[in-house]
């Protein structure tokens, strides 16, 4: 004789409960995450007339991809400016968490933080303008310089090339390395510091053989935060970059907008993110086998 459905008491299952706590995030995730990648890796292996689009399966956009120089130059030079961004702001990123963490009184730390994250409340758009303006030929920084006599006349280098993108995107993503650095940093016991100083070592060995390895998860965050946007940025490079720092968001763009090739700009963009993937894995990776080399020892 076949049992009775007992919903209530169905429904009262942790199991069940359990799954009625995923649903909405995992019905969210498939909706706008999964769904959205699915649809550009299909588009990659479709080709485009005008407004029509043929559905039948080919490589060719990924040869075309692979063998015209401009595709490769423009990824190359996308992931030479994001690792010089992300090189560039952790570092500097890292002295400012130290400090916050481990030299302003606990009361004043969040009015530290608060004044980190001051550069939020403008636009992007603004902040990318006033760099624009900054760096420009008359612009402040070659005025100061030739008013020092370091220079003799402005530097035409540092606006409209890679260099500008780079000291822009620095900038605006300064922030989000310090944030995850400096919470690394605080979760960090200090009598460890105490006992590696009664050992022997200075403060030198102290912050690399103690400090720096423990604050590994939050450079690691950082590095993340910062490499994974800034490749696929193409508003500071169209706004201050030139030809010299156009980034491949730029030619997806123009794929996707103007040249009305959206398999194309499809085949770049899973191109740029099979690209980001593999440059993430390698960090993480190596921050891993660094992290658990220096413990062992």
């Known amino acids: 004789m076949a049992r009775s459905f007992d919903l209530g008491r169905f429904l009262r299952r942790d199991e069940t409960k359990g799954m009625v706590l995923i649903a909405p995030p995992f019905i969210y995730a498939v909706l706008l995450l999964a769904a959205p990648l699915t649809a550009i890796v299909l588009f990659s292996f479709w080709t485009q007339d005008f407004m029509t689009i043929d559905r039948s399966f080919t490589l060719s956009n990924y040869r075309e991809a692979f063998t015209d120089p401009l595709y490769m130059e423009l990824l190359s030079r996308s992931l030479r400016i994001s690792l010089s961004v992300t090189a560039i702001t952790v570092v500097l990123a890292f002295p400012v968490a130290y400090f916050v963490s481990f030299y302003v009184a606990p009361e004043r730390k969040s009015l530290w933080l608060f004044l980190i994250t001051i550069p939020f409340w403008t636009s992007y758009l603004i902040r990318v303008f006033l760099w624009r303006v900054i760096l420009a030929y008359d612009g402040p920084v070659n005025g100061t310089l030739v008013g020092l006599g370091v220079i003799d006349e402005p530097l035409a280098w540092i606006l409209y090339s890679a260099n500008s993108v780079v000291i822009t995107l620095a900038h605006a993503y300064a922030p989000f390395a310090i944030l995850p650095i400096f919470v690394s940093l605080e979760k960090i016991d200090r009598s460890l510091h105490e006992a590696g100083r009664d050992l022997g070592e200075n403060r030198v060995m102290v912050f690399l053989r103690v400090t720096l390895p423990l604050a590994m998860p939050g450079v690691l965050a950082a590095v993340l935060i910062v490499f994974i946007p800034t ?35 499809a085949t770049l963009s899973v191109l740029a993110m099979l690209m980001v993937g593999f440059v993430s894995l390698v960090m993480i990776l190596g921050t891993l086998r660094w992290t658990r080399g220096g413990k062992s020892k």
Request: net charge neutral.
């Open 231 to 265: 490749i696929g940025d193409y508003v500071t490079p169209r706004l201050v970059g030139g030809s010299d720092g156009t980034m491949i968001a730029n030619m997806i763009q123009t794929q996707f907008m103007r040249l009305n090739n959206a398999p194309m700009g």
